[in-house]
C-alpha cells in the first residue's frame, strides 16, 4: 500500500511527544496530553449509503464535497477488534440517562466504551473523570455494534467527541440508529483487517470525500466505501433535522 502524503490538515506540532497512553489502574495520577479538538481539525461532507448503487457514488461525492460541512477528521485513532456490542459501548444500566439532556448527553459522552474489558483495553476510550474521549476516530473489525438495539450507542460515541467509525462491517440496527441519531458516521473499509495493522494512537485521517483511511504513523493508505445517501442525514444532524432541513416536514416550531 502507498505510503500517504500528510494533508495541509495534519499539523504535527499538535501531536505529543511522550505516550499519551496510561493504564485503567494508574489514570489518578496520569498526565494526559492535550490533544486538539477533532471539530478543529475536521474537514467533512455529507456522505452516501453503504446500499447506494455504483453508478449513484459520483453524485453522492459531489453533494459532500460542494456541502460545505466536514469532510475529514484526523486525530489520533482508538482501536477495536471484532464483536463490538453495545453492551460495551454503553452498558445497559446507563440507558437511563436521556440524551436530550445537556448534563446526561455528556454523561453519555464519559461512559462510552466502558464496557470494554480491561484486559483486552487497558487504555481507556474516556480517561476517569473526563466526558470526552482524545480519540477522535474509533477502528473496528468486523460486526461493530452488534447485540440489543439501542441508540444510546452511537449516541455515546458522539457525545464522548469521536464522529467516525471505520469497521469492516456493522450490525444493521446500529448503523441505522447512527443515521437516525446522526451522531457517527459508519464507514466500512473495502478489505478486511485494517483494525490488525492499526494501533491505538496512531495518528490517522479519515477523508469521506475521497474514500480514504490515511495511517500516518504507519504510513499507509487504506480504501473506504462510500457512506452513501446516509452521509447527508448524518451531516444534518440525523433523521429529523435532515427531514426538516429539505422540507420532508415542516420546520415550524410550535
Known amino acids: 500500500m502507498a505510503t500517504a502524503v500528510t494533508p495541509k490538515s495534519v499539523y504535527s506540532s499538535h501531536l505529543p511527544k511522550t505516550s499519551i497512553f496510561t493504564r485503567r489502574n494508574s489514570m489518578s495520577n496520569a498526565h494526559i496530553p492535550t490533544l486538539p479538538s477533532p471539530l478543529k481539525s475536521l474537514t467533512l461532507t455529507p456522505r452516501r449509503s453503504l446500499l447506494t448503487p455504483l453508478f449513484a457514488a459520483a453524485d453522492a461525492e459531489a453533494d459532500l464535497a460542494s456541502s460545505g460541512s466536514i469532510t475529514t477528521f484526523h486525530g489520533f485513532c ?17 440507558l437511563t440517562l436521556v440524551p436530550s439532556n445537556p448534563d446526561e448527553y455528556r454523561k453519555l459522552g464519559s461512559l462510552a466504551l466502558v464496557g470494554l474489558p480491561t484486559a483486552s483495553y487497558p487504555v481507556p476510550f474516556v480517561n476517569p473523570g473526563e466526558n470526552s474521549s482524545r480519540f477522535s476516530v474509533i477502528i473496528g473489525g468486523d460486526n461493530f455494534g452488534c447485540g440489543s438495539s439501542r441508540e444510546h450507542a452511537p449516541v455515546a460515541i458522539g457525545a464522548s467527541g469521536a464522529r467516525v467509525v471505520v469497521a469492516e462491517s456493522y450490525a444493521r440496527i446500529f448503523f441505522r440508529n447512527c443515521v437516525a441519531t446522526g451522531e457517527v458516521y459508519p464507514v466500512e473499509t473495502e478489505e478486511v483487517g485494517i483494525w490488525k495493522e492499526c494501533s491505538t494512537g496512531d495518528v490517522v485521517t479519515v477523508d469521506l470525500v475521497g474514500n480514504r483511511l490515511i495511517n500516518h504513523t504507519k504510513g499507509k493508505d487504506y480504501k473506504l466505501k462510500p457512506i452513501g445517501d446516509a452521509g447527508p442525514v448524518i451531516e444534518a444532524g440525523g433523521i429529523f433535522a435532515y427531514a426538516r432541513k429539505t422540507g420532508m416536514i415542516s420546520s415550524t416550531v410550535a
Open 78 to 94: 482508538y482501536v477495536v477488534g471484532n464483536n463490538i456490542d453495545t453492551d460495551q459501548i454503553i452498558p445497559a444500566e446507563h
